[in-house]
T-cell receptor
Framework: NAGVTQTPKFQVLKTGQSMTLQCAQD?????MSWYRQDPGMGLRLIHY???????DQGEVPNGYNVSRSTTEDFPLRLLSAAPSQTSVYFC??????????????FGPGTRLTVL | AQSVTQLDSHVSVSEGTPVLLRCNYS??????LFWYVQHPNKGLQLLLK??????LVKGINGFEAEFKKSETSFHLTKPSAHMSDAAEYFC?????????????FGKGTMLLVSP
């Protein structure tokens, strides 16, 4: 079991560029989500998915796009990168979205810098 | 709406002395509560969770937390700090109010351990 994997680990973009952060899990988890972590802010939810084909917005969705075509993968797309999107991005998954006591498993993170 | 307040942004202790990291929460429903730890440049790891069973919850590495509904608190403690405990700690609440579980993170407490 690889758990939750994220690629790349580091990325530098120029303003206006687009890119996709990859997230995959091999635990057959229903629920996947993306967070961003900024100093002194904790983690904030960007988007989440409760299953293949179903996504919804979190607290800070602007500038980001997601899709979920398979149970395993949940990519996060930055359409036109801005310096305000400089952050560390974490993907997480859990067995069931409706069981709110479920443990979330986090990937190792992607550190993104937008110049 | 749910929210979490971690009362200290930084806590400094000496090795071998007790650790207390404070967390207060707000939730309209019976919540699940979690503590996660993040070591430098790493992902988040679950320390422990409360899910409406025993109010005193034991976690990994000697940490424990007590759920006090009357005080809306979920403070994290450890009897004796170790150098390897130096990390950032996040208190997290989830109440499934919307029908789906969403996590709300505190802003984090950095634990510094001196020899």
């Amino acid at each position: 079991n690889a758990g939750v994997t994220q690629t790349p680990k580091f990325q530098v973009l120029k303003t206006g560029q687009s890119m996709t952060l990859q997230c995959a899990q091999d635990m057959n988890h229903e629920y996947m989500s993306w967070y961003r972590q900024d100093p002194g802010m904790g983690l904030r939810l960007i988007h989440y998915s409760v299953g293949a084909g179903i996504t919804d917005q979190g607290e800070v969705p602007n500038g980001y796009n997601v899709s979920r075509s398979t149970t395993e993968d949940f990519p996060l797309r930055l359409l036109s990168a801005a310096p305000s999107q400089t952050s560390v991005y974490f993907c997480a998954s859990s067995y069931s979205i409706s069981r709110f006591s479920d443990t979330q498993y986090f990937g190792p993170g992607t550190r993104l810098t937008v110049l | 709406a749910q929210s979490v307040t971690q009362l200290d942004s930084h806590v400094s202790v000496s090795e071998g002395t007790p650790v207390l990291l404070r967390c207060n929460y707000s939730s309209s429903y019976s919540p699940s509560l979690f503590w996660y730890v993040q070591h430098p440049n790493k992902g988040l790891q679950l320390l422990l969770k409360y899910t409406s069973a025993a109010t005193l919850v034991k976690g990994i590495n000697g940490f424990e937390a007590e759920f006090k509904k009357s005080e809306t608190s979920f403070h994290l403690t450890k009897p004796s700090a170790h150098m390897s405990d130096a990390a950032e700690y996040f208190c997290v609440v989830s109440d499934g109010n919307s029908g789906y579980s969403t996590l709300t993170f505190g802003k984090g407490t950095m634990l510094l351990v001196s020899p």
